[in-house]
């Protein structure tokens, strides 16, 4: 063999075990590649439920707060009052205030109530009967007399003709007529006037009397009354804080309250509401009748259920929040009380704003991103597979998929 043949032979071999050692190595990679990728997790596409909730912060509060106030006239002292923070049942007592110098009007009215009263008696069954029998046999009287005077009278005026008596003796007893006439007539005037007028003006100014004595007596009761503050309705005792000359503070015995203060409150625990605001950009979030769940913000395992019952009409603005950003003011009525709950407390409100218990859903941990773009790594006959995907609504355990995938499907877990 020649030295030329020589050469191109160990250039054969050695290209031939060059070729053999890549195809070993491309081999190994594949299986290798494979081993890997079918190594991977896998889950399946399933068909289950998916819930969405939104957090909001908001302020739970009594549906039914009954406002407290002094019904008293002018200025009263607290002499007893309910304990604050307690539990009271309609008809309860709140509150009394000093009613002293009240008993002792309505001892005073009542006696002038008494006077007045007699006052008008007396004068419908003595005073004003007595005067008309007096009137009565007045008239009487000149009504005999100055018949009595007009038959002399004409008997003067015979006995003129006779000349038995003189012209001036007739004038005389015509001038006592006529004044006989004049005192029968004003006589008669007096009655007919006290019957008609006088007497009903008496009685009136009287009876007057009598009706102002018992409203002045009715107030002084009322007054009294109204000393003693009962509670209207069930709820829980919560004082209303007053200025007391430079202090700002809750009512205590001895303090001053004045006409139509409001001092209390009460609020019903057993009906409770929950107000809170909702960006208008969430506002399709919400809808009425929509069940929530309630969690006060000091007791985390306290868990209250709800139904928005209001959805406010108007947007506004918020202090402390963008002045372009507009809020709707949303309530809830709570279904059930709990003891630890307290008018003014801060909560969390959860609003399951999706719900879909056939959602076709993929746990967050499979989904890739190219981009804004989805995607998956479909597993098909062991093999891995990219597959763009279409996803729905998202909580922080599932994503729903609305296309690109079916249940069944396995994806890898990346």
């Known amino acids: 063999m020649s030295i030329r043949a020589y050469k191109l032979l160990r250039i054969a071999l050695v290209t031939v075990v060059l070729t053999a050692l890549v195809l070993l190595m491309l081999t190994v990679d594949i299986r290798v590649s494979t081993s890997t990728a079918m190594a991977k997790p896998v889950v399946m596409v399933e068909t289950g439920p998916l819930e969405v909730w939104s957090n909001y912060s908001g302020e739970i509060n009594s549906q039914r707060v009954t406002v407290i106030m002094s019904k008293m006239l002018g200025r009263s002292t607290i002499t007893e009052l309910e304990e604050e923070g307690k539990q009271v049942e309609k008809g309860d007592v709140l509150a009394r205030f000093d009613s002293a110098e009240i008993e002792q009007t309505i001892i005073k009215l009542e006696r002038e109530h008494t006077l007045a009263s007699t006052s008008l008696d007396s004068l419908i069954n003595a005073k004003i009967p007595m005067e008309l029998e007096e009137l009565s046999s007045k008239m009487l009287e000149l009504k005999g007399r100055l018949s009595y005077e007009q038959a002399y009278l004409a008997d003067s005026r015979r006995l003129l003709k006779e000349k038995i008596v003189s012209p001036q003796e007739v004038q005389k007893q015509q001038s006592k007529v006529d004044q006989l ?154 279904e059930q009380s709990e003891n630890e709950v307290r008018p003014g407390m801060s909560v969390v409100v959860h609003v399951r704003s999706y719900n879909n218990q056939n959602a076709i859903r993929i746990p967050r941990r499979v989904v890739n991103w190219d981009g804004k773009l989805p995607f998956v790594y479909l597993e098909q006959n062991g093999e891995k597979q990219k597959k763009d995907i279409t996803l729905g609504q998202a909580n922080t355990e599932y994503i729903e998929v609305i296309g690109g995938l079916v249940p069944g499907d396995k994806v890898f877990v990346e």
Request: no cysteine.
């Open 181 to 334: 006439r004049v005192n029968y007539k004003s006589v008669s005037k007096r009655h007919q006037l006290t019957i008609d007028h006088l007497n009903p003006l008496a009685i009136k100014q009287a009876t007057a009397k009598v009706s102002a004595a018992e409203q002045e007596l009715e107030i002084a009761k009322r007054q009294l009354s109204n000393s003693v503050i009962y509670a209207p309705a069930r709820g829980v005792v919560v004082y209303n804080p007053l200025y007391f000359g430079n202090e700002y503070r809750s009512i205590r015995v001895g303090d001053p309250v004045y006409a139509n203060q409001r001092f209390m409150v009460l609020p019903d625990m057993q009906l409770l509401k929950v107000n809170f605001y909702i960006p208008e950009s969430e506002l399709s979030r919400v809808g009425d009748g929509q069940d929530v769940l309630v969690r006060p913000v000091s007791n985390s395992e306290t868990r209250l259920l709800g139904k928005i019952t209001h959805i406010g009409t108007a947007a506004q603005k918020l202090p402390g929040k963008p002045q372009w950003q507009r809020y709707f003011q949303v309530t809830v009525s709570i």
